[in-house]
């Protein structure tokens, strides 16, 4: 069974930075789009950034220009890193595959690594 762990959530202030790992069992993101998502309390998981396994990079409009994705093939990893938070930003991370572009969201989930963001 596949397992997904992302780390290095925390709480900061606005204006500061966290930076998201995380590893998958296997070959798990190998040819695959890989993806960080976020489930903000009250609201449905949206898909926030993106990278294909060709490297191109996608990010929401709320993050862009903040946040960074990238992968590292070789170790199954995806690191995000988020600079100037925002309370917005306020929300459980997750990674996973990123399915018929973001359209499909996959069946199962990692923990979560939980990111606060206080004015």
């Known amino acids: 069974q596949v397992q997904l762990v992302e780390s290095g959530g925390g709480q900061v202030q606005a204006g500061g930075s966290l930076r998201l790992s995380c590893g998958a069992s296997?070959?798990?993101?190998?040819?695959?789009?890989v993806g960080w998502y976020r489930r903000a309390p009250g609201k449905e998981r949206e898909l926030v950034a993106q990278m294909t396994d060709a490297e191109t990079k996608d990010y929401a409009g709320s993050v862009k220009g903040r946040f960074t994705i990238s992968r590292d093939n070789t170790k199954n990893t995806v690191v995000l890193q988020m600079n100037n938070l925002k309370p917005e930003d306020t929300a459980v991370y997750y990674c996973n595959q990123v399915l018929l572009g973001g359209r499909l969201m996959p069946g199962f989930w990692g923990q979560g690594t939980q990111v606060t963001v206080s004015p």
């Open positions: 296997g070959n798990y993101f190998s040819d695959h789009a």
